[in-house]
């Protein structure tokens, strides 16, 4: 690596790719001086300094991923009803934003009524399980005044839309979470109630 005759050896950093031209870095050479030297990049501090080649260190690995979820993560407990679904009845009881969140944990919903048919069974968890309340579903009542469930469609299409005599009525307007009453019919109530509420699976 030749800098300059009028200079001495100085340690330097060459600064570019190896084999092409570049600036050298030192204090006792011109930062324009144009170095062709076949060792770059690399530190000289003697004439001719070899150069080192020292290899990149490997990449750390990636963290490994996390184990695959099934659309429902606690399959013995839930339920399959050819022909209509998979759910879950949850006895114990939670506010409306705690069930979401519960069926949520599984990979599963809140569920959401599609048909007779489904409202139907419904109604038969209702009775065996000798429940003496309303349980909650997956929808409520969104800024516009309209209901939505919890996947964002808007509760007129999912197919079942049936209303309890009065309903909605969001009494006391307080009132912004579905419920299903013991007939299968739908109602409004209040979300920081605590009841019962059916996880629903995705298929």
Known sequence: MILNKAFAWACVLVLGAAGAAGQVKTPKAPLTYVNNSQCEPCQACQPCAPCVQRPCPAPAPAPPLPPCRTPWALVAKYRSHPGIGVYRLHTQRATWSEAKKICEADGTHLAVINSQAEADLFKKFYQEARISDWFFLGFSRGKDG???????RPLSSTGYARWGANEPNNAHGSEHCGF????????????????????????
């Open 180 to 203: 299903m009453l013991a007939s299968g019919l739908l109602a409004d109530g209040w979300c920081d109630a605590r009841l019962t509420f059916i996880c629903e699976a995705p298929l």
């Open 146 to 152: 309209k209901f939505y469930t919890v996947q964002g």
